[in-house]
Structure formats: structure tokens, C-alpha cells
């Protein structure tokens, strides 16, 4: 069983998901359903990413020696994801849709390269490399799900 790929990538999808619902409704203008669904997005995608950097990246890193690659990468997209979740925020009190769509575009467009990159070689080399790998997904699970 690959834990830690089918885990992670049910992650994202989950994420994706709720990303289109709030994207959809500031489409619609529906900003209260915008708003909760983009604060859900918000609080999921930042439990993920603080799994990764906290728990998974960590310890891929132990186990293979590998520092400055594949996580040192993934580490900065994460930083440019939260540098336009912030504009997207003040767009979204601002109840700008156009703006608040273009950002989402950008956005969107980097959580698919970023995605496709750690679901086809990082978190398969997690899995190789990464002694117990249940126990590793429960950890990540937990912290996902708080």
C-alpha cells in the first residue's frame, strides 16, 4: 500500500474541492457562502502544508540526506501560495470579484504544478525512503485534522 501518496493526494483533491466551491461562489457574488468556504479552504490548505513542513518534509530529509531539493522547493511554493492567499483575503473583504478572481487563477495554476510534483515524485520517494510509513500517515492524518 503507498500510504503517504494516497493519503496526500486525497489531501489536495479534498482541497481542491473546496477551493472551487468558494472560487464558484465569489463568481456568483454569493459572498457569505465565499467567505465560509474560503476560510474552510484556507484553515485545510494550511494544515497540510504545516504537515509537510513540520512532519513529512522533516523526515524525508533525515532519511535521505537530501536538504536543499525536492522540500527546499516545495517549502518556497508553499510560501508563494500563502503570499497570494493573503492578497486573495483582502480582496475577498474587499468583495472584489475580479480581482479576487485573477488571484485565484494564479493560485490555482501553482497548486496544480506544485501538486503534480509532489504527487509524482515526492511523496513516492517519501514512500520508498521513509521507514514506517503507516505510522508516518496517521502522524500526518492527525496533524491534518485537527
Request: proline share 3%; hydrophobic share 40%.
Amino acid at each position: 500500500m503507498n500510504a503517504i501518496p494516497e493519503y496526500m493526494t486525497h489531501k489536495h483533491r479534498h482541497c481542491d474541492d473546496i477551493f472551487a466551491i468558494a472560487e464558484a461562489a465569489v463568481a456568483n457574488q454569493d459572498w457569505s457562502l465565499a467567505e465560509q468556504q474560503w476560510q474552510l479552504f484556507c484553515d485545510e490548505l494550511e494544515l497540510h502544508l504545516q504537515a509537510e513542513e513540520q512532519i513529512l518534509f522533516p523526515e524525508f530529509e533525515q532519511a535521505t540526506g537530501m536538504t536543499s531539493g525536492p522540500t527546499q522547493v516545495m517549502r518556497m511554493e508553499h510560501e508563494q501560495m500563502r503570499g497570494l492567499i493573503t492578497s486573495l483575503n483582502a480582496n475577498l473583504a474587499e468583495k472584489n470579484k475580479d480581482d479576487f478572481l485573477g488571484f485565484s487563477e494564479t493560485l490555482m495554476v501553482l497548486m496544480q504544478q506544485h501538486n503534480m510534483k509532489e504527487e509524482m515524485m515526492l511523496y513516492p520517494m517519501c514512500q520508498q525512503n521513509l521507514a514506517n510509513t503507516e505510522a508516518m500517515t496517521k502522524r500526518l492524518q492527525q496533524q491534518c485534522e485537527q
